[in-house]
């Protein structure tokens, strides 16, 4: 080879190596421009959760580089056909080896299609009450009330009950309280209603109700049902709770706990003691 035909080679791969740059800048430019574009058609949408959006932006930017790379291999004279073919190959032998994986991205993709929660919601999955921070493709990232984070595999998910919490348009608590038998029943009972009436939160649809839930062994015992919307259910429970102690004692009305009474009796032989519950 003499230093003519030599240089042409190194002339050329030098131009071929710039245009490989030239296109790899190209498509990575390309594909930031393209993933934005898609946020930006795509957010504007109310009916697309954040997490889709996020998906499909990422789909389309690897879908460009994957593409210019395959530009790029081009350039060089690489035959694209054949790597297609061992890409296609070598994506069955991974997809027998990581059926589970797979199952996941499955189960991501009929989550996010389906939407039984989206980020934020409150639920209860698999066992775990927590918010949703995280709807990926292969698990679902929860955080507990107590900040604990859980990490769920999506296939699980699919396959379990979902309790949404947040998407229930109204939520009910109970309380029971238990008043002294020889308390009067019907103020027992006027006091936890005028106390139900006189909070906000309780809603008049279904309307709340105070019965008579059982005769326990030291308590008459009173349900208080009330109907409050999701964001203050707890609030509202742990509040009323409190309250109705304060207006149980203000209107004369004791709530009893369980207490033991013992009897001596003494006669001609050894001390006898009975115990009787009050």
């Known amino acids: 080879m003499d230093l003519s035909t030599m240089g042409d080679s190194l002339l050329a791969l030098l131009l071929n190596v710039l245009a490989a740059a030239a296109i790899l800048a190209a498509g990575w430019i390309a594909a930031g421009w393209v993933s934005r574009t898609v946020v930006r058609a795509t957010s504007s949408n109310q009916r697309l959760d954040r997490t889709i959006v996020s998906v499909l932006a990422k789909i389309a930017r690897y879908a460009i580089l994957i593409f210019t790379i ?5 350039r060089f004279g690489v035959q694209t056909t ?31 299609g389906l939407r039984p929660f989206r980020l934020g919601d ?13 709807i990926g493709l292969f698990a679902t990232r929860l955080r507990t009330f107590d900040g604990v984070v859980v990490h769920t595999p ?11 919490y947040t998407q229930a348009e109204r939520r009910r608590a109970d309380l029971v309280v238990g008043i002294s038998y020889g308390d009067d029943i019907a103020t027992a009972v006027r006091i936890a209603q005028e106390m ?27 349900r208080i049902r009330f109907w409050t919307l999701p ?8 509040d009323l709770t409190r309250e109705v102690k304060e207006r149980f004692d203000a209107g004369g009305v004791s709530i009893p706990f369980p207490q033991r009474d013992l009897h001596l009796i003494q006669d001609e032989g050894p001390v006898r003691i009975e115990g009787g519950r009050a």
């Open 196 to 222: 139900l009436a006189a909070d906000e939160r309780v809603l008049n649809d279904p309307e709340p109700m105070v019965k008579v839930d059982e005769l326990g062994e030291s308590s008459v015992d009173l």
């Open 82 to 112: 054949s790597i297609v073919a061992l890409l296609g190959a070598a994506g069955l032998a991974i997809g027998l080896a990581l059926q589970g994986a797979l199952a996941n991205v499955a189960s991501g993709v009929m989550l996010l």
């Open 70 to 74: 395959i530009a790029v291999l081009n």
């Open 231 to 238: 964001a203050d259910v707890f609030t509202t429970k742990w």
């Open 154 to 164: 999506n296939s699980r998910i699919w396959g379990s009950e979902i309790k949404n």
């Open 122 to 134: 409150a639920v209860e999955i698999a066992g775990t009450v927590g918010a949703v921070e995280e």
